[in-house]
Every structure is written in C-alpha cells, then in structure tokens.
C-alpha cells in the first residue's frame, strides 16, 4: 500500500461496509443529494437511525452536508457524498494485497435550489444523448482495464508462487520466510530496493533487532538477502 494514496483507515472502510444500511444509504447519495427523512422514507428506518449513520459517515469524511432552498418549503439539509475512491483488493494463493485509490473530483459548497418539473428542452436531450454515450464508452474502457488489470494479477500471482516456492525449498523457519516475505513486498509496495529493519519492525510490529538478526543471518546462510549499513540512519537496510 503506497501512503501516498491511502485516504483513510482500510478497517474503517471495512467497518463501513459492512453494515447493510450503511451502504444502502452511500448507494442512495451517489445518485443525488437527499435529506435524512427522504433517505428514512426511502428505506423505510427510522429517521432517528439514519441521522445517526450520517453523521458516522460524516465523522469518517465520506458524506458531507449542504443547504438546498427549496420553492416548497424551508432550507434543508442535504447529505452527499464527499470522497471519491476505488478499493481493489486481490486474494489467492500466492498474493494478499489491497489498495484505497482516491480519485479526483469537483465539488460544490454552494447552495442549490431546487424547481419544480419542467418540460425537457431540445438542448436538454441533446446533452443526456450525450452523456449516454460518454459514459458507455468509458465502461467499455473501464472493462478493458479491468481485463487487463486481471491477467496482470495472474502474473504476479505465478511470480509470487515461484519466488514461494524458492523460500519454502532454501529457508527451513517459517517465521524467516515471513520477513523474507515482507521484505520483498515492501519494496514492491514503496518502489525502494533497500528498506531499513526499523521499517519491517514497524510493518511487522515486531522487534527491530530480531528481524535484523535474522535477515543478517539468512543473507550470509542463503544468499537470498543482501545487507548493507546506512551510518546516517544508523540502520541496516535490506534488499533481495
């Protein structure tokens, strides 16, 4: 996982999804705004519990609320989505990993007023046809990469399963094949060919000097892990 994209805690995320009301109401306001007694009527739950839940999803940053004027009533307040982001997440034999990717997208904190229905104008259709069209051909794009992105998986999973194998065939304890392990994934993830045994002691949440000790020893018993000391750190740094 790069830090860089990571937007908020994945066992939050998970936390979030996996309460069935939750969702219902983030799948309600990726189509449009609604104020919590709309959502209440919609799902037929209390208003009581569904203020609760949007003000959960508030705290966690991804729902926000706004003030739309309505010509039918009272000013109220709105909940919307607020982040945009993708989770892909890959399981199998060979290969555990998971990924919060934000994507970037324009908000608005003005205020919106609502109007009552009206007759849809040529220019109106021209632009649905439009959009129709614009967001069929970025699906079918969308379903490309995801093509893609599964034989790219596919073949890290068999790379994963060589570089397994190798450990399970040279390195007796299990626990050395799990640095190794770690070892190779972190420099993967943070795109360095040297990481420090600070580092791997706090992805690991171990102690540092059992890790070095160990990596030490399978580098010079193996081979399979090269070493080096950085004076400025005053760390060993590990690399495969």
């Known amino acids: ?102 994507i970037e997208t324009e908000t608005s904190d003005e205020e919106v007023q609502t109007t009552g229905i009206r007759k849809i104008s040529e220019k109106d259709i021209k632009n649905i046809e439009e959009v129709k069209n614009s967001i069929k051909k970025k699906v079918a794009e969308v379903v490309k990469i995801d093509n893609k992105r599964k034989e790219l998986v596919a073949d890290i999973n068999e790379c994963f399963k060589i570089f397994n194998d190798l450990l399970e065939n040279t390195i007796e304890e299990y626990i050395d094949r799990v640095y190794v392990r770690t070892l190779l994934r972190e420099m993967v993830n943070m795109k360095q060919e040297w990481i420090s045994s600070n580092h791997l002691s706090n992805t690991l949440r171990e102690w540092r000097g059992d890790i070095r000790n160990r990596l030490l020893r399978l580098a010079e018993e193996t081979g399979i892990v090269k070493y080096k000391f950085d004076t400025r750190k005053n760390d060993y740094l590990f690399s495969i």
């Not at 994945?10 to 999804?17: A, P």
């Not at 705004?33 to 037929?44: N, R």
């Open 1 to 102: 996982m790069n830090d860089e994209e990571e937007i908020m805690d994945i066992e939050e995320l998970f936390e979030v999804f996996s309460n069935s009301t939750r969702r219902k109401i983030l799948e309600l306001l990726s189509s449009e705004a609604l104020y919590p007694f709309q959502i209440s009527k919609i799902l037929e739950i209390s208003p009581r519990i569904i203020g609760k839940y949007i003000s959960e999803l508030e705290k966690l940053g991804l729902v926000r609320t706004i003030e739309k004027k309505s010509d039918k009533g009272p000013t109220r307040k709105y909940a919307q989505i607020d982040k945009t982001f993708s989770i892909m997440i890959d399981v199998g034999p060979n290969n555990f990993s998971w990924k919060v990717v934000p």
